[in-house]
Each structure stands twice: as C-alpha cells, then as structure tokens.
C-alpha cells in the first residue's frame, strides 16, 4: 500500500459519504445501490430522474476518473462466466438481505439500524470465509 492508495481510498470514501448524505438531506432516500437499480428496471416512475442521474454518476465515475487523472491499472483474471454467476448471487442476496452493501453497510450502519449492523456483520463474515476458502482450500 503506497501513500496515494491511502489518499485515494480515503477520498472515495468521503465522496461515498457526501453523496449519501447529500441523497438522504436533500431527497429523503438511503443511497442503496441495489434497490435504486432496482426500481429503473421497472416502468418509469415519476422518481426515476434522480435514480438514472444516481446509476450515470457510477458508470461514468471510473471513464472520468480516467480523463481527469491518467491510466486506471485493473487486472480481471477470473472468467467471465464465474463474474456471471458471482453477480446473480449478488443479486439474490440482496434482494434476500432486503438491500446491499451500500444501503446496509454505509446508510444503514450510520443510523445504528440493527439489521444493517446484522446484514454488515453477516456479508462480511461471509465474504471472510469465501475468500479463504477459494484462496486456501480449493
């Protein structure tokens, strides 16, 4: 880890914050990734200028980042179709969890919501164990 991973880190988690505060103060609604992808898929609604201005803001954050500051180094070694599933399971589970990481692990935990102290603690927990296990046993 190098000085500028911490620079940067710390500062995309100011920025996650600010954006979910600003979301909560100024429309009244918790930043959970999942539920506001979620609620585009279905007809449009009358709230659906916020979420698809939410949803832009990610995809294009990373191409930005990139004009704005130079080269991106991401290397992906896993097979596309291992991605595939890892994202449906994602998808359950946070329709199972009633939320995502971000609504439960930033939001929820902020407002010391039980459940989302139960959900983080529970994905994480999991995510722990799944690493080992991938990692360390097959």
Known sequence: MT?????????GGI?????????????????????????LIKPWQQDSHW????ITGLVISAPLWRLLVGD?????????I???????????GT??????TS???I???????????VATLTFMITAGITVYLVRHVF
């Open 3 to 11: 000085f500028i991973t911490v620079v940067t880190a710390l500062g």
């Open 103 to 105: 609504g439960h692990g």
């Open 15 to 39: 920025l996650i914050g600010l954006a979910a505060a600003i979301l909560l103060f100024f429309n009244n609604r918790t930043a959970g990734v999942s539920g506001i992808a979620a609620r």
């Open 51 to 54: 979420r698809l201005a939410f």
């Open 72 to 80: 991106i180094s991401i290397q992906i070694n896993t097979p596309l």
């Open 95 to 100: 329709q199972l969890g009633g939320g995502c």
């Open 107 to 117: 939001c929820g935990n902020a407002r010391l919501s039980p459940r989302s102290i």
């Open 82 to 92: 291992v991605l595939a599933v890892a994202g449906l399971l994602v998808g359950y």
